[in-house]
């Protein structure tokens, strides 16, 4: 939970692109942050030193945004045209 907090507070803003013909996921630090489309939710999963099992924190854009993390997609036309 302390990784995660830190995350949210070193990032003002962050980034996740997802096209509809792609699994939408990216990387922030060492989290890797995916969205799932049937929950609505964002997922940073992050492995930790110390422990074989990596942490998953999963929120909606709102929650995440309460936290102090803006979140913002692009639509799939936008990335096309780049």
Not at 11 to 39: D, E, I, L, W
Request: aromatic share 8%; glycine share 4%; proline share 5%.
């Amino acid at each position: 939970m302390k990784a995660i907090a830190i995350i949210a507070i070193a990032a003002a803003s962050m980034t996740v692109a997802s096209p509809a013909f792609a699994k939408p996921q990216g990387t922030f630090g060492r989290a890797t942050v995916s969205f799932n489309q049937k929950t609505n939710t964002y997922c940073f999963k992050e492995a930790r030193e110390d422990s074989h099992i990596p942490h998953t924190e999963c929120r909606t854009k709102e929650e995440w945004a309460d936290a102090g993390l803006t979140i913002t997609r692009k639509p799939a036309v936008q990335l096309v045209q780049r």
